[in-house]
């Protein structure tokens, strides 16, 4: 079962230069998530799509975008990258939004901008 | 914003018991979630409680007041394979999951 997977594994970027992030999950979820996690500041939410065709902005938005083309794939863009976005970034999903929905986490992306 | 707290480090010894407590102030609430992550690898579930009192699953239990805005999740009988960070999340007014910075915890000998 592959559940959530994410490429690449890990990156290094120059400032400036644009990235995907990709995020793919075979459990027919509803809901996905983006969130960057940073020492000492735990996860934080960047984007989310409650369904296909949605999409939202979380807690750190900038600098980022999403689009949200079909159910299993939710990719991660950063236009123009700066240092400040160097982190460890981890895309989740859920089978709806519900309050109940346990978040089902990919393996992450290591992304060091320089 | 959001405001969810927790201690940033605990130490115990195998075969003891360790509680990590989380306080949280949010904008609603929907449940709050207990996580593992383990360095290098993505959080793994673990918890979920929504009604407070205890839930108890196998060697961890979670805790939860509403009223006080505090939980807490319990590790009995420690495991080298415990040594991890533990994460605490609540789900708030618009389901969106707010979490704390993580508790590493580090288990000895």
């Known amino acids: 079962t592959a559940g959530i997977t994410q490429a690449p594994t890990s990156q290094i970027l120059a400032a400036g230069r644009s990235m995907t992030l990709r995020c793919t999950q075979d459990m027919r979820h509803n809901a996905m998530y983006w969130y960057r996690q940073d020492l000492g500041l735990g996860l934080r939410l960047i984007h989310y799509?409650?369904?296909?065709?949605?999409?939202g902005k979380g807690e750190v938005p900038d600098g980022y975008s999403v689009s949200r083309a079909n159910t299993d794939d939710f990719p991660l863009t950063l236009a123009s990258a700066v240092p400040s976005q160097t982190s460890v970034y981890f895309c989740a999903s859920t089978p709806s939004s519900g309050a109940t929905d346990t978040q089902y986490f990919g393996p992450g992306t290591r992304l060091t901008v320089l | 914003g959001q405001n969810i707290d927790q201690p940033t480090e605990m130490t115990a010894t195998e075969g003891a018991i360790v509680q990590i407590n989380c306080t949280y102030q949010t904008s609603g609430f929907n449940g709050l979630f207990w996580y593992q992550q383990h360095a290098g690898e993505a959080p793994t579930f673990l918890s979920y409680n929504v009604l407070d009192g205890l839930e108890e699953k196998g060697r961890f239990s979670s805790f939860l007041s509403r009223s006080k805005g505090y939980s807490y999740l319990l590790l009995k009988e420690l495991q080298m394979k415990d040594s991890a960070s533990y994460l605490c999340a609540v789900r708030d007014g618009d389901y969106k999951l707010s979490f704390g910075a993580g508790t590493t915890v580090t288990v000895r000998a």
């Open positions: 799509s409650n369904t296909a065709g949605t999409t």
